[in-house]
């Protein structure tokens, strides 16, 4: 009984970690060029937005799966941030992984 049990929550966090790693799954290489637009803002130390003020976040060496939530909470609108909203409109989910995958390998 108790190996069947180890089994079974052994399968479990397996399927977890699979699609935590499926989620995260990008290619920072594309991301790269796909994220020059980010850089205009999370590229530059301290910057904050005129307006709104919003002091902007830094996105190097943040968990991919973080980013891609982030970006999809702002295309959905339940983060709320026009300019986010606006470059997230259009935005695959595969542009999202990529991008999240260049942030979570940068510095």
Not at 61 to 68: F, P, R, S, T, W
């Amino acid at each position: 009984m108790r190996a069947k049990s180890l089994f079974a929550l052994g399968g479990m966090f397996l399927l977890l970690g699979s699609g935590s790693l499926q989620a995260a799954g990008g290619d920072p290489v594309a991301g790269r060029e796909k994220a020059e637009t980010c850089m205009g803002c999370h590229g530059v130390p301290g910057y904050r937005n005129a307006y709104p003020a919003y002091q902007v976040p830094k996105l190097g060496g943040q968990h991919a799966e973080y980013l891609v939530s982030a970006l999809q909470a702002y295309q959905r609108g339940d983060r709320q941030h026009p300019t986010m909203r606006a470059l997230t409109a259009n935005m695959s989910e595969e542009e999202m992984r990529d991008i999240a995958a260049f942030f979570a390998q940068s510095e």
